[in-house]
Each structure stands twice: as structure tokens, then as C-alpha cells.
């Protein structure tokens, strides 16, 4: 007769795989480039007051493709000097009384202008990191040169993450705002169009979850 | 003897001089925007440490020249124009 019912064996090797805390994980360290916008345990970022024993899981730049707006600007302003005569010559227009000097300096300065530009504007970007330890997340923000911010929560005070795309671009390249709410004082700190932002917010979520 | 604005235009060596006060002007107001931002880029320097492939001290290097090709583009305008 067949045997209804039995007792499972059981075996001694296949155990359900038990959710690890974010801070035991294995972790292959990954190399941060000139151009890196996501990078889990990124190897050799560190931060100022950081603790010997606190790792840093996840190191994050606004995504690469918000930079294409002012790089096509750039260009654009490039090569803008070269058509001013066809704009001047129609309406008679001429700088012929304007010494060649002063004309080569006027030329250095707008190159330099754009060249400060491009600087400010890649500074910006590059400056504008978001960073994830076991102990805290750190957002950093650069915007401008007049303004710039440093915000820290600690794990334990992350009541909740939530991530926002909105629009065709946000979707289709997949960046968005990642933002954290403290349970202290119920401010929201955002890692603003932040790459992968579903990746980011399940990190953070094992985070909270690993100091509930 | 009255200002006449128009004469005072007119005239190229009053030109010349007003091109360069306003040069000098811009020039020294972006040398000051440069200045900011080479110190903004050593004090994240300080609170943020990239290895050193990832460009941190590169970009600082950059801002510092960047620097100086602005303050040497004012001297230039004091001399040459």
C-alpha cells in the first residue's frame, strides 16, 4: 500500500535561506571611476567622521544623463561666435573701430567663461553624492557654488523610503528621487536623480529593517 | 564745462578706457567666482575621500589652474588693453 502519510526527512542541508542583515553581508568591493553614479561597497570612499568598524554599502551620483542639458548648451554656446558675422553683416553692423586686442581678450574671456562653465557645471554633478553606510546615510548637495549642503541621518532614525520617477525621461533612462523620511523631526532627506532608485530604496529598506 | 556723454563716446581713448575698466570689472569678479570655487571643491575634499582615480584631486588641481588662467587673463587686460 501506499503510504499517505509520512514523516519528511529532514535534511540536514537544505535550509531555507534566512534574510541576512544589510551589515553581515558578503561584499565584493566595487572600484569608484571618474564617471561612477552607482556603486555598491564602493572600495576606497570614505568619509570624514567615519567610524573604523562602518561600511559603506552604497555610493551614489545624480544620474550621468542629467548632465546632457548643459553639455548642449555648451556646445551650443561653442560654436555661437562663429555665426555672429552672418547675424552683423546684414544689419550693417561693424566692430572694425574696436581694437584687435581688445577683440582677441573678449574672445579668451568668453572661452574662459564657457570653460568655467562646463567646470561648475561638472563640479556640481560630481560633488552631488548621495552615501549609504550601515550606520547613517549622507546626502550631499552642491548646487551652484553659493550653495551647498551636508545632511546625515543615522539608520535607526529612517522611519520610511519612498522613490518617485516622474516623467518619459525618468522612466526611460531609470533614475529618480529617492527620499528618506527622519522619525525624529519628519524632515525628508532625498537623494535627488539618484540611478536604479528601486535598488536604492531596497538597500535602504534592509537598513531600517535591520534597526527595527 | 558740462559732461557730454555722446563726446565721451566718441572719443577712442575714452572707449579704450571704459573697455577695460569693465574688463577689468568682470574679469576680477570671475577670478573671485574661481577663487570660491577651488576652495568649495578643497573643503569637499576634506569631508569626502575618493580614491584617488575617481579625479577628487584632479578636480582640484583644475579648479587651482583654472584659477590662475583667470587672474593672468586680468593682468593681461591691465597691460595689454
Do not use: C
Amino acid at each position: 500500500m501506499p503510504d499517505i502519510f509520512t514523516d519528511e526527512a529532514i535534511n540536514p542541508t537544505a535550509q531555507t535561506p534566512k534574510p541576512q542583515p544589510v551589515t553581515k553581508q558578503a561584499t565584493a568591493h566595487h572600484k569608484v571611476s571618474f564617471l561612477s553614479t552607482f556603486v555598491r561597497d564602493p572600495d576606497g570612499v570614505s568619509l570624514a567622521e567615519q567610524r573604523d568598524d562602518e561600511h559603506i554599502l552604497l555610493f551614489i551620483r545624480r544620474d550621468f544623463i542629467t548632465n546632457v542639458p548643459w553639455i548642449f548648451s555648451t556646445i551650443i554656446l561653442i560654436i555661437l561666435p562663429f555665426f555672429l558675422p552672418f547675424v552683423f553683416q546684414p544689419l550693417n553692423i561693424s566692430f572694425a573701430f574696436v581694437p584687435l586686442t581688445v577683440l582677441t581678450i573678449l574672445a579668451i574671456f568668453y572661452y574662459v567663461i564657457i570653460a568655467g562653465f562646463v567646470f561648475a557645471n561638472f563640479v556640481t554633478w560630481f560633488y552631488d553624492i548621495g552615501i549609504v553606510t550601515e550606520a547613517r546615510a549622507v546626502d550631499i548637495d552642491f548646487y551652484n557654488i553659493s550653495y551647498v549642503s551636508v545632511a546625515t541621518a543615522r539608520a535607526q532614525d529612517l522611519k520610511d523610503v519612498r522613490y518617485f520617477q516622474r516623467g518619459f525621461f525618468q522612466s526611460f533612462f531609470d533614475y529618480g528621487d529617492v527620499s528618506l523620511v527622519v522619525e525624529a523631526s519628519g524632515e525628508t532627506l532625498t537623494f535627488e536623480q539618484t540611478p536604479r532608485p528601486a535598488e536604492v530604496v531596497n538597500i535602504l529598506s534592509a537598513l531600517i529593517g535591520g534597526h527595527d | 564745462m558740462p559732461f557730454d556723454p555722446l563726446a565721451f563716446i566718441q572719443n577712442f581713448n575714452n572707449i579704450r578706457l571704459f573697455i577695460k575698466v569693465a574688463f577689468l570689472i568682470l574679469v576680477g569678479l570671475y577670478a573671485i567666482f574661481t577663487f570660491m570655487l577651488a576652495t568649495k571643491i578643497r573643503s569637499f575634499n576634506k569631508i569626502l575621500f575618493l580614491p584617488a582615480n575617481s579625479g577628487g584631486a584632479f578636480l582640484q588641481l583644475v579648479a587651482i589652474i583654472y584659477f590662475f588662467i583667470v587672474l593672468s587673463l586680468f593682468i593681461v587686460t591691465i597691460v595689454i588693453v
